[in-house]
T-cell receptor
Framework: DTGVSQNPRHKITKRGQNVTFRCDPI?????LYWYRQTLGQGPEFLTY????????KSRLLSDRFSAERPKGSFSTLEIQRTEQGDSAMYLC???????????FGPGTRLTVL | SQQGEEDPQALSIQEGENATMNCSYK?????LQWYRQNSGRGLVHLIL?????REKHSGRLRVTLDTSKKSSSLLITASRAADTASYFC?????????FGQGTRLTINP
């Protein structure tokens, strides 16, 4: 257990609905990352935050995706108008002070019907 | 796009045997990390090796790094059923991590 928590753990939704995931890192102000992982593939970077500032966004992060990190603490990832191709595991990670190691949460598995 | 490629994509061995997985990457790196992922779970960090290191050990794990060949290997000795998982190499660090596609390791009792 890395101490990074994600909620919900599973989400099933219908195409076209909006969904929001939450990530709670162990510490505030550490860098926080979002990744997406499809079946049989390695995780792919989506975006990351330093405090509340979103410093980089992947091309994978279409305009239907938005991520926030108010006050540099927890983070949310929202997907609007979900599509079946959004079905994946969404992983959150934080990097701890003075390390290059990212610690991952358990992930949120999204299924879009 | 994936930075690294793991080889083999799948590996099945008997309990007690050693398992070796390889990773190749494309660009210069500061460090390389290995993660384990049990089915449907998050990733667990195993080991980080820096670009100026050639070999690193952690328990039953041994990682090597050859920056001239842009490759790394992960050796798990005396495998156990609990080692059944997918193993990923990743490059990067404070910025984004770039993962390979992973090796699915199955340990048969």
């Amino acid at each position: 257990d890395t101490g990074v928590s994600q909620n919900p753990r599973h989400k099933i939704t219908k195409r076209g609905q909006n969904v929001t995931f939450r990530c709670d890192p162990i510490s505030e102000h550490n860098r926080l990352y979002w990744y997406r992982q499809t079946l049989g593939q390695g995780p792919e970077f989506l975006t990351y935050f330093q405090n509340e500032a979103q410093l980089e966004k992947s091309r994978l992060l279409s305009d239907r995706f938005s991520a926030e990190r108010p006050k540099g603490s927890f983070s949310t990832l929202e997907i609007q108008r979900t599509e079946q191709g959004d079905s994946a595991m969404y992983l959150c990670a934080e990097i701890r002070t003075s390390t290059d190691t990212q610690y991952f949460g358990p992930g949120t598995r999204l299924t879009v019907l | 796009s994936q930075q690294g490629e793991e080889d083999p994509q799948a590996l099945s061995i008997q309990e007690g045997e050693n398992a070796t997985m390889n990773c190749s990457y494309k660009t210069s790196i500061n460090n390389l990390q290995w993660y384990r992922q049990n089915s449907g779970r998050g990733l667990v960090h195993l080991i980080l090796i820096r670009s100026n290191e050639r070999e690193k050990h952690s328990g039953r794990l041994r990682v090597t790094l050859d920056t001239s060949k842009k490759s790394s290997s992960l050796l798990i000795t005396a495998s156990r059923a609990a080692d059944t998982a997918s193993y990923f190499c990743a490059t990067g660090g404070a910025q984004k991590l770039v993962f390979g596609q992973g090796t699915r390791l199955t340990i048969n009792p």
